[in-house]
């Protein structure tokens, strides 16, 4: 019986994330250029802001500081993270993230329930958000640059996934669970 409370206990913490919300215009690195610039996070910021949000909500330290909008940038700048001023997918595998490709809208709601990082493409095409959670069509979200927390399924262009290598966060979890109940 404890263990099926430990796994069902250690299920509910993988699933509720505790995402930030990094704003790409926020005056601690909204001036920034962008990788090789000239545009800055500010402009067109909104996808490395919602990676840093996920990269931050696994506690992930970039170069011993926080993850955020500027520390990931500064990163992705020194080890090939851009393309141009494009932002390469694959970059972030060497923090446990592991870039699964671009679904439907509805497969990223599917990926969501896998514990799985979502990031929506919305407005057309043109931005970039964090998905938290869903709810029937609806996508809740955490987005850099608007004051908006949801956006329907129809709106969404595409949903990139990465699953997340978390056995170091699962351990840690088990072994809070298991002290918590002895």
């Not at 796994?7 to 913490?13: D, G, Q, S, W």
């Not at 931050?56 to 520390?71: C, L």
Request: net charge negative; with cysteine.
């Amino acid at each position: 019986m404890k263990i099926l409370a430990l796994v069902l206990i250690t299920l509910a913490i993988v699933s509720a994330r505790d995402y930030p919300l990094f704003k790409q215009c926020d005056d601690s690195w909204g001036s920034e250029e962008l990788g090789p610039g000239p545009k800055t996070i500010c402009r067109i910021g909104c996808l490395i802001s919602s990676v840093s949000m996920a990269l931050n909500s696994y506690g992930v330290q970039i170069d011993g500081q926080e993850a955020n909008p500027s520390t990931l940038n500064q990163w992705l700048s020194q080890n090939g993270g851009y393309s141009s001023q494009l932002f390469v997918w694959g970059s972030v595998s060497s923090f446990g993230f592991s870039y699964q490709g671009q679904v439907s809208a509805e497969e990223g709601k599917e990926a969501l329930d896998q514990s799985n990082v979502v990031i929506l493409n919305v407005r057309n095409g043109g931005h970039w958000v964090l998905a938290t959670s869903y709810d029937g069509d609806t996508f809740y979200v955490n987005d850099p640059g608007y004051d908006c927390s949801t956006y329907s399924a129809s709106e969404v262009e595409v949903a990139a996934v990465f699953s997340v290598s978390s056995s170091s966060f699962l351990a840690e979890a088990y072994n809070f669970i298991n002290n918590f109940l002895n």
